[in-house]
Structures are given as C-alpha cells and as structure tokens.
C-alpha cells in the first residue's frame, strides 16, 4: 500500500489562497468519504482539521476547507496568514489487508 | 482538558521488546476507539494499529502484523501497544490517537498525544 501523494511544498501570500492536493486510489480516497486533513506545526503532534471530505471540528477556523473528485482530495487554506505555515497530512481509510489507513506524503505550507 | 499522554519509549536493541502506554483524561475512554500512529521523518506518518471501544475489533499494518500487540485498559484509561522483535525500521516516534467513534474504522484521529520515542539500534 502506497501513501497518498501530497505536493512537497505549497506557498502563498498573507491573504491569498491555497489548496493542497491528495491523490490516492479507488481502494481509499475514491472509495470512501473517509478523508481527513491534519496540520502539524514543527515538534507538535498532529491536528485535525478537516474529517469525512469536508467537515470542520469545533474550533478548526473556516478559512479552511475540504472537498474530493475522484480519487483526489484537496484542502484549501483561505485568507492565508502566517500561523497556517506547517505541514499538513491527508489520510483515507482503505479497504486493503494491508492496513486500515493510509496517510498522504505531507506538505510543507510556507506564508511567504 | 482532554489529553493522551505517552510513554514507554526508550532505546532498545534489535529483537527485544517495549511496551509503550498511553493515559487518556478528559473524556469518557471507554467511549472510542483508539490507535496508535508513528512517524518517521524518511517515512512520514504511518497508522499502526487501532483498538475499538471494547476491544472487540482491532486492526493492524502489516509492517507490524504477528510482532505487535494493542491492548486497553478501560478502568485505568489507558492504552498499550506491547512491541516484539523490533527492528531498526520500527525506530520511530509513536503517538496515540484517539477516534471519533467506537469502532476502529473508518474514522478520523481527533486528539493525539505528544509522542514517545522509539530507537531500535544495537
């Protein structure tokens, strides 16, 4: 089993807008709606910020969001400002015997 | 507060064993699955195994299959992932996660802890 395929690095302006791509298979991403988005600022433990393609936990601010075609999810970053600079993880469950998830390459957001 | 915190990590030689534990507070435990996840920085984020509320399904990666064990505690909170025959490609910071719901999957990782280091090297 593969891991998602993330861009390396994505950047932008304060203000701008932003969208990460994750591109999986039809035995996870394009299979099922159970896509996830997390973001970790350097030595800090993952965050969830996007569950389920498109919904926002409680307290996750909604200048970001998330939406899927086919066998790709993307997670847009709205209105960009400088604490949105970290990395970010896409996740798919997935049907396969190898395991139940898969986790996407990361990507590395810079604010410029 | 709700909070996972980790612990057991260490150094430890090829073929020996660890177990590494995590306490939960702040939420009712025995509500949700839970799962433990590595990450490696060649290697990125890694699910390793998931646990559900009663411990009835529980799944686990292949890399891990046959040398690792998860198990709960649900009077204590806790969470254990007892660790055999490690090899060097298990060194890894491992983090406990907590699911959404009371089955392992699908779901999503809500809270996480801060991780415990894990170094498989003679």
């Known amino acids: 089993q593969s891991a998602l395929t993330q861009p390396a690095s994505v950047s932008g302006s304060p203000g701008q807008s932003i969208t990460i791509s994750c591109t999986g298979t039809?035995?996870?991403?394009?299979?099922?709606?159970?896509v996830s988005w997390y973001q970790q600022h350097p030595g800090k433990a993952p965050k969830l910020m996007i569950y389920e393609v498109s919904n926002r936990p409680s307290g996750v601010s909604n200048r970001f969001s998330g939406s899927k075609s086919g066998n790709t999810a993307s997670l847009t970053i709205s209105g960009l400002q400088a604490e949105d600079e970290a990395d970010y993880y896409c996740s798919s469950y997935t049907n396969t015997n190898t395991l139940d998830y898969v986790f996407g390459t990361g990507t590395k957001v810079s604010v410029l | 507060e709700v909070q996972l915190v980790e612990s057991g990590g260490g150094l430890v030689q090829p073929g020996r064993s660890l177990r590494l534990s995590c306490a939960a507070s702040g939420f009712t435990f025995d509500d949700y699955a839970m799962h433990w996840v590595r990450q490696t920085p060649g290697k990125g984020l890694e699910w390793v195994s998931g646990?559900?509320?009663?411990?009835?399904?529980?799944g686990y990666a292949d890399s891990v299959k046959g040398r690792f064990t998860i198990s709960r505690d649900n009077a204590k909170n806790s969470l254990y992932l007892q660790m055999n025959s490690l090899r060097a490609e298990d060194t890894a910071l491992y983090y406990c996660?907590?699911?959404?719901?009371?089955?392992?999957?699908?779901?999503?990782?809500?809270?996480w802890g801060q991780g415990t280091l894990v170094t498989v090297s003679s």
């Open positions: 039809s035995s996870d991403v394009g299979g099922y709606t159970y």
């Open positions: 646990l559900s509320s009663n411990s009835g399904g529980m």
């Open positions: 996660a907590k699911g959404t719901r009371s089955s392992t999957s699908p779901d999503a990782f809500d809270i």
